[in-house]
């Protein structure tokens, strides 16, 4: 795959790709938009933003939620898919950033996946929300990119590794987003699949 023929197709695919808000997106704060990454795994964001919204409403930062008990941060998280086991990781991702950050998440990827519920996918998409030259690689960008050609890989990291070879670096940051607001706008992989055979023709 030449670089050419991908930004073109990637320009194609933002084109096409729906405008609906993702859970990375506009937050009040950094702790808010990675509390609502860490939550976001493996659910919809609908229900995700639905969930934070009401959450930060009483509890907006890394301060007040420390102060809870598990079956609190529970409650709170409760329709979210495994919403035990990342409540634990909200909460303890709280006290920590409490602790050690003042509450404010670092702009470091070594550091953030330090954190309890920060793993590589949710530091880079947590980073490119703010600016920073990274790409989460996640099933939406996963399949879209074996797809396209893109890479022949099938892991994150090394997805990740080549996504960053074949596209300059001014375009990291929006990979992530575009590609999954365009898989949630077509869900079903026979409609997918003949968007993306449209996109393959461009040359």
Known sequence: MN?????????EIEKLKGDMRLAAEEWD??????IA???????LDETTIRV?????????NAKSISKLSVEEVENL??????????????????????ENYRGDPPMDFGKLIELP?????????????????AIGVDTHVSYISQYLKWTKNNKPERIEEDL??????RHWR???PTLVKFGKKYTSRREKNEVLNGVKKIR
Do not use: W
């Not at 704060?29 to 990675?34: D, G, P, V």
């Not at 329709?79 to 991702?93: E, P, S, T």
């Not at 996918?121 to 980073?127: D, I, P, S, Y």
């Open 52 to 60: 934070c919204e009401n959450m930060f409403k009483k509890y907006p």
């Open 164 to 169: 960053k070879k074949l596209f300059p670096k």
């Open 77 to 98: 998280v409760r329709k979210i898919n495994f919403y035990r086991n990342k409540a634990k990781r909200v909460l303890n991702c709280s006290k920590v950033l409490n």
């Open 174 to 176: 929006r990979l992530n």
């Open 3 to 11: 670089q050419k023929k991908a930004l073109k197709q990637f320009h």
């Open 117 to 133: 519920g920060v793993g590589g996918k949710t530091a880079n998409v947590f980073l490119s929300e703010y600016g920073g030259d």
């Open 37 to 43: 990454v860490i939550l976001s795994a493996r659910s």
């Open 29 to 34: 704060s950094k702790f808010q938009t990675l």
